[in-house]
C-alpha cells in the first residue's frame, strides 16, 4: 500500500510539535467522522485487533469461569466448604498472580517488545490451565490460579497497548474496546461452558482446564503476526515499521504518522540524547507523566472500586443471596447477567469515538451509582423479609441446627440461621418458600435430604419476595457499567503516555487495577458477612460518587486525537496548569 518512505528523506526537524498544533489538530481530528462500517475497512488491522484481543478473551474467561467452578470445588474440598477465606483465597490468588504480571509486564513489554510479551504470558497461562484442572488439592489449585493471573495480568496491559499503537486515531477507541469486548465475551463464554459441564464427571476441572484451548490459539496466530510498529520504530526498525503501517494506514496518511513519531524520537534524542534508554526515574519528575499516571491509574483503581468484579466473580453467589436456592439457576441468571456486559461492550465500541472517552464515562458512572442505591435498597429489603424458622420442622435429629437447639431467642428467621456460629442451612417450606421452614446444620448430606423431600436449600442468600429487585439492581448495574466505565480505563490507559514510557506506565496502571481488584475480591464475602450486602453496595456507591469526581477533575478527553497528539496535549496541560474542572474535556 503506497510506496517505502524514507526517513532521512522528510527534512524533519529536531524538535518537539509546537504547542498551538494540539489545538489545530484537535479541530482537524472534530472533523473525522467516526462511522462503525469504518472498523471494517482494513482486515489487516482487524486481524491484529482479534489476535491481540484473545488476551483480553483470556481474562474474562478466568474472571467468569471460577465464579461457577467455585460451587462445584466446594463440594469436592470440604476444607474450601468450610472457609470462606479459602473461597476468597482460590478466586483472589489469580489476581495476585495478575498484579505480578502486570508489574513484570510493563518492563518487558519495554525491553523485549509486545509480541514476545503475548507469547510469554500464553505459556504461562497454558501451564496454569494445566495445573488448576489436575489439581488434587485446593493447594495445587492455587497454584495453578497464580500462574494463570501472571498470564493473564501481562495480557491485560500488552493487548490494548499492541492495538492501540496499530490502529488508526479515528478508530483506536473502538479497537480497543474491542479487546473489552472480548474480555466480556469470555465471560460470557465461561458461563455457557459451566453450565455445559455442570452434569460431566470432574465439572469445575473441565471448566478450568478449557482456559488453556484460547491461549494455544492466540500463542499459534501471534507466531505469525508483527511486532508493533511504535515499538519497532523506536529501537531504530523504521523500515520494518514503516512497512507495518502502509497496511494500517491509507496511503495519504502514512507520511503524516511517520512524521510524528519522528519528531516524539527526535525529541526524546534532544533531551537525552537517546530514544531508546529508559530513565524510570523521569516517571516522578515530568509533570506531564505525573499527569497522565494520576489520570490513568485512577481510572483503573475506581473501575475496581465501584464493584464490578463482585458482579462477574461472585454473580452466582450474589443471586443466591437474592434469594434463588438452585446452583443451576444461579449460573443460569449469571449468564443473562455476562450476556448484558457483552452487548453493552458492544454499545461502548459503537459510543467511545462518537461521544469521547470522557462524557461515556461520566454518564456510566452516574448509572452505576442509580443501580447501587437499588441493590443497596434490594439487599435491605430481603434481609427484613427472611422467612421464619419453625420449630416443628426443625427438631428432626440428627440434622437439627445445634446453635438452635441451644438459642433462648423465642424466634429465629431463616437469616439468622444462616449465621449461626455451627453453619447451618434453611430447608424451605415445600409449597412456599416464603413460609415458615428448618434451619438444619448445614452439609452435602442435609441439602441431598432437603431437595429429596421437593423443598429448596438455602446456605447463601434467604427467600424473598424482593429477590427479583436484587436481580433489576444488577442488570442496571451490568447496563450503565459496561459500555463505559468498562472499556474506557483500557482505552485511556493505551493511549495517553509518552512512547518512550508507554510499556512501564500501562504496566503501573494495570497493576493498580489488579491490587484493587485484589481487594475488592478478598473482602467482598468477608464485608457480606461484617456488614451485610446491603451496606456492601452503599459502600460501593460511595466510591463510584468518588469515581465520578476524580474523572470530571482529571480525566481529559482524547477522542480523535493521535497517540503523538496526546502526549503534546500533557505538555501542554504541565505547563498551563493540571486542574480542570470541566465534565465533558
Given at each position: 500500500m503506497g510506496s517505502?518512505?524514507?526517513?532521512?528523506?522528510?527534512?524533519?526537524?529536531?524538535?518537539?510539535?509546537?504547542?498551538?498544533?494540539?489545538?489545530?489538530?484537535?479541530?482537524?481530528?472534530?472533523?473525522?467522522?467516526?462511522?462503525?462500517?469504518?472498523?471494517?475497512?482494513?482486515?489487516?488491522v482487524l486481524l491484529l485487533t482479534f489476535s491481540a484481543g484473545i488476551g483480553g478473551l483470556l481474562f474474562g474467561y478466568d474472571t467468569g469461569v471460577i465464579s461457577g467452578a467455585l460451587l462445584y470445588i466446594r463440594d469436592d474440598f470440604k476444607s474450601v466448604d468450610d472457609s470462606t477465606v479459602l473461597q476468597e483465597t482460590i478466586v483472589s490468588m489469580a489476581i495476585a498472580g495478575a498484579i505480578i504480571g502486570a508489574a513484570v509486564g510493563g518492563w518487558v513489554n519495554d525491553r523485549y517488545g509486545r509480541k514476545p510479551a503475548i507469547l510469554g504470558a500464553d505459556l504461562v497461562f497454558i501451564l496454569g490451565a494445566i495445573f488448576m484442572a489436575a489439581a488434587p488439592d485446593p493447594y495445587v489449585l492455587i497454584l495453578g490460579r497464580i500462574f494463570v493471573g501472571i498470564g493473564v495480568g501481562v495480557a491485560s496491559m500488552t493487548a490494548p497497548l499492541y492495538i492501540a499503537e496499530a490502529s488508526p486515531s479515528k478508530i483506536r477507541g473502538a479497537l480497543v474496546t474491542t479487546n473489552v469486548l472480548l474480555i466480556t465475551g469470555g465471560q460470557f463464554l465461561s458461563y455457557l461452558i459451566n453450565l455445559a459441564f455442570t452434569k460431566a464427571p470432574g465439572t469445575w476441572r473441565w471448566m478450568l482446564g478449557v482456559a488453556a484451548v484460547p491461549a494455544i490459539l492466540q500463542f499459534i496466530l501471534m507466531m505469525w503476526l508483527p511486532e508493533s510498529p511504535r515499538w519497532l520504530y523506536r529501537k531504530n526498525k523504521q523500515e520494518t515499521a514503516i512497512t507495518i503501517l502502509e497496511r494500517i494506514y491509507p496511503p495519504e496518511e502514512v507520511t503524516q504518522e511517520v512524521q510524528k513519531l519522528q519528531n516524539t524520537i527526535d525529541s526524546e534524542v534532544q533531551e537525552k540524547g537517546s530514544a531508546d534508554r529508559v530513565a524510570y526515574s523521569e516517571l516522578l519528575k515530568k509533570k506531564e507523566i505525573k499527569l497522565a499516571l494520576v489520570a490513568g491509574v485512577g481510572l483503573q483503581v475506581f473501575q475496581q472500586f465501584v464493584g464490578i468484579n463482585t458482579v462477574m466473580y461472585y454473580s452466582p453467589s450474589i443471586v443466591q443471596l437474592a434469594g434463588f436456592a438452585s446452583n443451576n439457576t444461579a449460573l443460569l441468571l449469571s449468564l443473562i447477567v455476562a450476556g448484558m456486559n457483552t452487548l453493552g461492550t458492544i454499545v461502548g465500541i459503537y459510543l467511545i469515538d462518537r461521544t469521547g472517552r470522557k462524557r461515556l464515562v461520566v454518564t456510566s458512572l452516574m448509572g452505576v451509582i442509580c443501580a447501587l442505591a437499588v441493590l443497596s435498597a434490594a439487599f435491605h429489603e430481603t434481609a427484613n423479609d427472611s422467612p421464619q424458622i419453625s420449630k416443628a420442622l426443625s427438631i428432626q435429629a440428627p440434622y437439627t441446627c445445634p446453635d438452635y437447639l441451644t438459642s433462648t431467642e423465642p424466634s429465629w428467621d431463616c437469616m439468622k440461621c444462616l449465621k449461626a456460629k455451627a453453619k447451618c442451612g434453611f430447608c424451605a417450606a415445600q409449597d412456599d418458600q416464603n413460609m415458615p421452614g428448618a434451619c438444619f446444620v448445614s452439609n452435602k448430606t442435609v441439602g441431598d435430604f432437603c431437595r429429596n423431600e421437593s423443598r429448596a436449600w438455602f446456605e447463601r442468600g434467604c427467600p424473598s419476595h424482593y429477590g427479583w429487585l436484587a436481580l433489576l439492581g444488577l442488570a442496571l448495574y451490568i447496563a450503565f457499567f459496561s459500555p463505559g466505565m468498562g472499556p474506557v480505563p483500557w482505552a485511556v490507559n493505551s493511549e495517553i503516555y509518552p512512547l518512550r514510557y508507554r510499556g512501564i506506565c500501562g504496566g503501573i496502571a494495570a497493576t493498580g487495577n489488579w491490587v484493587s481488584n485484589l481487594i475488592v475480591a478478598q473482602t467482598f464475602l468477608s464485608l457480606t458477612t461484617a456488614i451485610g450486602t446491603s451496606m456492601t453496595f452503599f459502600l460501593f456507591g460511595c466510591l463510584s460518587v468518588l469515581a465520578l469526581s476524580f474523572v470530571i477533575f482529571f480525566v481529559p478527553e482524547t477522542k480523535g486525537l493521535s497517540l503523538e497528539e496526546v502526549e503534546n496535549m500533557w505538555i501542554q496541560r504541565a505547563a498551563k496548569g493540571w486542574l480542570r474542572l470541566n465534565m465533558w474535556h
Amino acid at each position: 500500500m503506497g510506496s517505502a518512505i524514507k526517513v532521512e528523506d522528510m527534512g524533519i526537524a529536531i524538535k518537539e510539535l509546537p504547542m498551538e498544533s494540539l489545538s489545530e489538530s484537535t479541530s482537524n481530528n472534530s472533523a473525522r467522522t467516526y462511522r462503525i462500517s469504518d472498523l471494517w475497512e482494513n482486515t489487516y488491522v482487524l486481524l491484529l485487533t482479534f489476535s491481540a484481543g484473545i488476551g483480553g478473551l483470556l481474562f474474562g474467561y478466568d474472571t467468569g469461569v471460577i465464579s461457577g467452578a467455585l460451587l462445584y470445588i466446594r463440594d469436592d474440598f470440604k476444607s474450601v466448604d468450610d472457609s470462606t477465606v479459602l473461597q476468597e483465597t482460590i478466586v483472589s490468588m489469580a489476581i495476585a498472580g495478575a498484579i505480578i504480571g502486570a508489574a513484570v509486564g510493563g518492563w518487558v513489554n519495554d525491553r523485549y517488545g509486545r509480541k514476545p510479551a503475548i507469547l510469554g504470558a500464553d505459556l504461562v497461562f497454558i501451564l496454569g490451565a494445566i495445573f488448576m484442572a489436575a489439581a488434587p488439592d485446593p493447594y495445587v489449585l492455587i497454584l495453578g490460579r497464580i500462574f494463570v493471573g501472571i498470564g493473564v495480568g501481562v495480557a491485560s496491559m500488552t493487548a490494548p497497548l499492541y492495538i492501540a499503537e496499530a490502529s488508526p486515531s479515528k478508530i483506536r477507541g473502538a479497537l480497543v474496546t474491542t479487546n473489552v469486548l472480548l474480555i466480556t465475551g469470555g465471560q460470557f463464554l465461561s458461563y455457557l461452558i459451566n453450565l455445559a459441564f455442570t452434569k460431566a464427571p470432574g465439572t469445575w476441572r473441565w471448566m478450568l482446564g478449557v482456559a488453556a484451548v484460547p491461549a494455544i490459539l492466540q500463542f499459534i496466530l501471534m507466531m505469525w503476526l508483527p511486532e508493533s510498529p511504535r515499538w519497532l520504530y523506536r529501537k531504530n526498525k523504521q523500515e520494518t515499521a514503516i512497512t507495518i503501517l502502509e497496511r494500517i494506514y491509507p496511503p495519504e496518511e502514512v507520511t503524516q504518522e511517520v512524521q510524528k513519531l519522528q519528531n516524539t524520537i527526535d525529541s526524546e534524542v534532544q533531551e537525552k540524547g537517546s530514544a531508546d534508554r529508559v530513565a524510570y526515574s523521569e516517571l516522578l519528575k515530568k509533570k506531564e507523566i505525573k499527569l497522565a499516571l494520576v489520570a490513568g491509574v485512577g481510572l483503573q483503581v475506581f473501575q475496581q472500586f465501584v464493584g464490578i468484579n463482585t458482579v462477574m466473580y461472585y454473580s452466582p453467589s450474589i443471586v443466591q443471596l437474592a434469594g434463588f436456592a438452585s446452583n443451576n439457576t444461579a449460573l443460569l441468571l449469571s449468564l443473562i447477567v455476562a450476556g448484558m456486559n457483552t452487548l453493552g461492550t458492544i454499545v461502548g465500541i459503537y459510543l467511545i469515538d462518537r461521544t469521547g472517552r470522557k462524557r461515556l464515562v461520566v454518564t456510566s458512572l452516574m448509572g452505576v451509582i442509580c443501580a447501587l442505591a437499588v441493590l443497596s435498597a434490594a439487599f435491605h429489603e430481603t434481609a427484613n423479609d427472611s422467612p421464619q424458622i419453625s420449630k416443628a420442622l426443625s427438631i428432626q435429629a440428627p440434622y437439627t441446627c445445634p446453635d438452635y437447639l441451644t438459642s433462648t431467642e423465642p424466634s429465629w428467621d431463616c437469616m439468622k440461621c444462616l449465621k449461626a456460629k455451627a453453619k447451618c442451612g434453611f430447608c424451605a417450606a415445600q409449597d412456599d418458600q416464603n413460609m415458615p421452614g428448618a434451619c438444619f446444620v448445614s452439609n452435602k448430606t442435609v441439602g441431598d435430604f432437603c431437595r429429596n423431600e421437593s423443598r429448596a436449600w438455602f446456605e447463601r442468600g434467604c427467600p424473598s419476595h424482593y429477590g427479583w429487585l436484587a436481580l433489576l439492581g444488577l442488570a442496571l448495574y451490568i447496563a450503565f457499567f459496561s459500555p463505559g466505565m468498562g472499556p474506557v480505563p483500557w482505552a485511556v490507559n493505551s493511549e495517553i503516555y509518552p512512547l518512550r514510557y508507554r510499556g512501564i506506565c500501562g504496566g503501573i496502571a494495570a497493576t493498580g487495577n489488579w491490587v484493587s481488584n485484589l481487594i475488592v475480591a478478598q473482602t467482598f464475602l468477608s464485608l457480606t458477612t461484617a456488614i451485610g450486602t446491603s451496606m456492601t453496595f452503599f459502600l460501593f456507591g460511595c466510591l463510584s460518587v468518588l469515581a465520578l469526581s476524580f474523572v470530571i477533575f482529571f480525566v481529559p478527553e482524547t477522542k480523535g486525537l493521535s497517540l503523538e497528539e496526546v502526549e503534546n496535549m500533557w505538555i501542554q496541560r504541565a505547563a498551563k496548569g493540571w486542574l480542570r474542572l470541566n465534565m465533558w474535556h
